[in-house]
């Protein structure tokens, strides 16, 4: 199935544990404001070179969210992980050197300290970062904000509202999982917005 | 390379089989755990919706 591009929202953020509630935070986001998250993770398709397919995403992505706070060495190398950075990259050459409609790029920079890309990627100093400090509350308000901006939507709901919304959805989680038989700490991604693209259809009708 | 106790599901190229102890899906050639959609296909979109809404339909309820 394919997904417009333009409603099409990549997500480039860590895949660690200590991460998944601000990446729950952002897919949630993402559906709530009447997008699509993309993610590496909606794949299973072994046989496909993962750059390559992170390529192909962010081709297929007029926006892009890039969360840059994984900056810690890895405690098992003790080495620094380049993965995020890298896929920034990726998007920002695909927006300044694609043609046609890889050229209407959005994208929005996060990370957990206001200040601290400055040191750690200067190169970027020139966009706008916005800091979620770490709390799926304000990482939703980040992308909310951005997401107003960008589109020039003006159905877009408040972060207020959307902050609502995603506490009584992850109250339901529990019971969405047992009723659908799923492991609620082993959620795929397509698990995920599947069941926050239904529970907010399901509480829009309720309303 | 974690033991294994059936091969028969494929997921893209990949050989995979069940963990004997876990149950989870297992890439054969590593031991790297692996998703594959369930028996019988993955739930439909349909499925997914009348969870959500049992769901929402007795919180209501018990919200009076």
């Given at each position: 199935?394919?997904?417009?591009?333009?409603?099409s929202?990549?997500?480039?953020c860590?895949?660690?544990?200590?991460?998944?509630?601000?990446?729950?935070?952002?897919?949630?986001?993402?559906?709530?404001?009447?997008?699509?998250?993309?993610?590496?993770?909606?794949?299973?398709?072994?046989?496909?070179?993962?750059?390559?397919?992170?390529?192909?995403?962010?081709?297929?992505?007029k926006?892009?969210?890039?969360?840059?706070?994984?900056?810690?060495?890895?405690?098992?190398?003790?080495?620094p992980?380049?993965?995020?950075?890298?896929?920034?990259?990726?998007?920002?050459?695909?927006k300044?050197?694609?043609?046609?409609?890889q050229?209407?790029?959005?994208?929005?920079?996060?990370?957990s300290?206001?200040?601290?890309?400055?040191?750690?990627?200067?190169?970027?100093?020139?966009?706008?970062?916005?800091?979620?400090?770490?709390?799926?509350?304000?990482?939703?308000?980040?992308?909310?904000?951005?997401?107003?901006?960008?589109?020039?939507?003006?159905?877009?709901?408040?972060?207020?509202?959307?902050?609502?919304?995603?506490?009584?959805?992850?109250?339901?989680?529990?019971?969405?999982?047992?009723?659908?038989?799923?492991?609620?700490?082993?959620?795929?991604?397509?698990?995920?917005?599947?069941?926050?693209?239904?529970?907010?259809?399901?509480?829009?009708?309720?309303? | 390379?974690?033991?294994?106790?059936s091969?028969?599901?494929?997921?893209?190229?990949?050989?995979?089989?069940?963990?004997?102890?876990?149950?989870?899906?297992?890439?054969?050639?590593?031991?790297?755990?692996?998703?594959?959609?369930?028996?019988?296909?993955?739930?439909?979109?349909?499925?997914?919706?009348?969870?959500?809404?049992?769901?929402?339909?007795?919180?209501?309820?018990?919200?009076?």
């Amino acid at each position: 199935m394919s997904v417009p591009y333009a409603r099409s929202v990549f997500i480039n953020c860590p895949f660690t544990d200590d991460f998944t509630p601000i990446f729950r935070a952002y897919v949630f986001a993402i559906v709530y404001c009447g997008y699509r998250p993309r993610s590496a993770r909606e794949f299973i398709d072994g046989g496909e070179i993962r750059l390559q397919k992170i390529e192909n995403l962010i081709e297929q992505s007029k926006f892009g969210i890039h969360d840059v706070s994984n900056m810690e060495l890895d405690a098992d190398s003790g080495l620094p992980r380049f993965n995020m950075p890298l896929e920034l990259g990726v998007f920002l050459g695909a927006k300044r050197f694609g043609d046609g409609s890889q050229k209407e790029k959005r994208l929005i920079i996060l990370d957990s300290d206001q200040y601290r890309y400055q040191q750690a990627i200067s190169d970027i100093s020139g966009q706008d970062i916005e800091c979620h400090n770490g709390d799926p509350a304000d990482a939703i308000r980040c992308v909310r904000h951005w997401l107003r901006a960008v589109s020039r939507r003006t159905t877009i709901p408040g972060p207020a509202r959307i902050n609502a919304a995603y506490a009584e959805y992850e109250a339901d989680l529990p019971q969405i999982c047992d009723e659908l038989q799923y492991d609620l700490d082993d959620l795929t991604f397509n698990d995920l917005w599947e069941t926050m693209v239904e529970w907010q259809k399901a509480r829009a009708d309720e309303r | 390379m974690a033991k294994t106790k059936s091969s028969s599901a494929k997921a893209g190229s990949l050989k995979v089989g069940r963990d004997a102890k876990t149950g989870k899906f297992v890439n054969l050639k590593d031991g790297r755990k692996i998703v594959v959609p369930p028996a019988g296909g993955a739930l439909s979109k349909v499925q997914i919706r009348e969870a959500v809404r049992k769901v929402r339909a007795s919180r209501l309820e018990a919200a009076g």
